[in-house]
């Protein structure tokens, strides 16, 4: 069952403009992670299985040791992941 009301309502709006925002689809990405965190403790949305899935693999794009910058692939795969955690926000 999603979550509903106007909190629930505005976490997924705040999350589908920090996924769209101009600039880096990684800093974007982790922006938009952060806003979920957030609207998770609050129980704004609720995580789902599938979710936990989604956000674990993006993490995992957005991983990078220290100095080393985030190519192209991992700016892609962002932006991949972000969508289908984007579509799975209607169930959260």
């Known amino acids: ?3 509903t009301g106007p909190a629930a309502d505005a976490a997924r709006a705040e999350f589908r403009t920090l996924m ?4 880096h689809a990684v ?3 982790r922006a938009a992670v952060d806003r979920l965190e957030a609207a998770f403790a609050a129980g ?3 995580r789902t299985p599938t979710l936990d899935l989604e956000l674990g693999d993006l993490m995992r794009a957005l991983e990078q ?3 080393q910058k985030l190519g192209g692939k991992s700016a892609e795969a962002a932006r991949f ?11 959260a």
């Open 1 to 3: 069952m999603s979550s």
């Open 27 to 29: 800093e974007n990405a």
């Open 44 to 46: 704004d949305l609720v």
């Open 81 to 91: 992941i972000l969508k289908a955690i984007d579509r799975e926000l209607a169930n």
């Open 20 to 23: 769209e925002a101009k600039g």
């Open 65 to 67: 040791d220290d100095g």
